[in-house]
């Protein structure tokens, strides 16, 4: 590293923690049996849903606050804030009910796009 990027070391291990999140995200979402076992199927559900939640939090930060010296690495960092971002939008809006049970307009055009 850079002498330069020495004062960003904290804002570069938060990308790295919500980075290491994620990936226990995409464990956690194939409900492990051994886990499930151990602290209950709803227990496993929150943790995911808390740690996808911090994660996404931490890599705002990372995303937001971080200086890059590189016009790729900008552009690359940004394609994945919004992935992510992207991917917890199709999360609530498919997978769970927090928007459809109460607006049906959004459980219609759930409806219509689960075809696809």
């Keep these: 590293m850079l002498t330069s990027s020495i004062n960003q070391l904290f804002l570069i291990d938060i990308g790295v923690i919500a980075y290491s999140w994620w990936l226990f995200e995409v464990y956690l979402s ?50 994945a804030w919004y992935m992510a971002f992207g991917v917890a939008l199709y999360s609530i809006f498919f997978m769970s009910g927090w928007i459809v049970d109460h607006f049906k307009i959004a459980n219609d055009i759930k409806r219509k796009l689960q075809v696809f």
């Design 30 to 79: 194939l409900r492990p049996r051994w886990l499930d076992q151990l602290i209950g199927l709803p227990a496993l559900y929150f943790v995911h849903s808390f740690l996808g939640i911090g994660a996404l939090l931490l890599g705002f930060i990372h995303w937001h606050y971080l200086l890059s010296m590189d016009q790729w690495i900008t552009l690359s960092g940004e394609a």
